[in-house]
């Protein structure tokens, strides 16, 4: 099987540390982040919008793999994972990510599309790794 690495540095700590998080093909390299960046405006990244972006990209290409499985083979997905981060006592946890889907299908009606789509939702690797609510929003597009 397949195993991708990411590796994270922090110097300094608390609120005055600063992070940098790369990932094995490169595509994040050295990328900061931090307290400003995770709770404020400051330019850079965080964890909660990394996995967003892999909840996103995860469940997309699931349910395009499903969508041809179904026979189907024209027609485009776009995926907005939101993921929300809470207090949780002494720290945090994220309590929930937001799934909002807009697909244009040829050849599917939108019961098919939902039903698909809530599979593709509850399979994907990144959905399984979540312990958390996932919800779905769809929209199919003529």
């Known amino acids: ?16 540390g600063q992070g ?8 994040l390299k050295d990328q900061p982040y931090g ?3 995770r709770f404020g405006d400051e330019p850079g990244t965080n964890p909660e919008e990394l ?23 024209a027609g485009s997905l776009e995926t907005k994972a939101a993921v929300t981060l809470d207090k ?11 799934l909002s889907l807009t697909g244009k299908v040829e050849g599917i009606d939108a019961t098919e599309f939902a039903r ?3 599979d593709a939702k509850a399979n994907c690797p990144i959905s399984k790794l979540f312990n958390t609510e ?9």
């Open 134 to 142: 996932i919800t779905l929003d769809q929209r199919l597009e003529n």
């Open 88 to 98: 949780d006592g002494e720290g945090f946890r994220i309590s929930k990510s937001a």
């Open 1 to 16: 099987m397949t195993t991708r690495t990411a590796t994270a540095r922090y110097d300094g700590f608390g609120k005055d």
């Open 51 to 73: 996995a967003a972006a892999a909840h996103a990209a995860c469940f997309t290409m699931a349910l395009s793999f499903a969508l041809a499985r179904a026979g189907h083979s």
């Open 35 to 37: 307290f400003g960046t």
């Open 116 to 118: 698909i789509a809530a």
């Open 20 to 27: 940098h998080v790369s990932t094995q093909s490169g595509v």
